[in-house]
């Protein structure tokens, strides 16, 4: 038997940092900004701390993935989550994500390719919006390191638009593969 395609399951954006983003079914990401109308779009920083800490930092966080198949274990945990309510851009259903190589090339759709810097690290925010949520996404492994599982940032290495049911193609770098750190 084949596995399924990996494909796009939601796709959303903010043009306010609110934590969670709003639905669409499309949108249209600019090569080395991120998602249009997006308040985490551009070249340097846009999330508030890093613009305190140095806002001419690069920008590794233009577009925020997160895998639905953790909302199908937050359910069965009791948490009401779907796609965008914790403020990623693009939901998908297939792709390993917190498994991936830093380097990652991800094909969404016909056009869009985003490059995979690394992981997201959940906040207080998300407790405030679903209390004990937190403990959820960041947990210990039991070896001495955090597992985060807030899901992935990225780069527009490509633009183009992404709608809901686009197919998701995997490019791995070549090697060594490199861990996903925090970004």
Request: negative net charge.
């Amino acid at each position: 038997m084949t596995e399924p395609v990996p494909w796009v399951v939601a796709v959303a954006s903010s043009p306010t940092h609110d934590f969670s983003k709003d639905r669409a079914p499309s949108v249209q990401i600019v090569e080395g900004l991120g998602v249009v109308g997006d308040a985490h779009a551009g070249e340097t920083v846009k999330h508030r701390s890093r613009v305190r800490a140095d806002p001419s930092q690069p920008n590794l966080r233009q577009v925020h993935l997160m895998h639905s198949e953790l909302f199908d274990e937050l359910a069965e945990a009791g948490f009401d989550v779907g796609p965008a309510d914790l403020g990623e851009n693009v939901t998908t259903r297939g792709v390993d994500l917190l498994g991936l190589p830093r380097g990652t090339r991800l094909h969404l759709g016909a056009d869009v390719v985003l490059e995979v810097t690394g992981l997201r690290n959940p906040c207080q925010q998300i407790n405030d919006f679903r209390p004990g949520l937190l403990k959820r996404l960041v947990l210990p492994d039991g070896a001495g390191d955090v597992i985060r599982k807030a899901g992935i940032m990225t780069v527009v290495a490509r633009g183009g638009t992404v709608a809901v049911g686009d197919d998701i193609e995997v490019e791995l770098p070549a090697g060594p593969h490199h861990r996903l750190q925090m970004v």
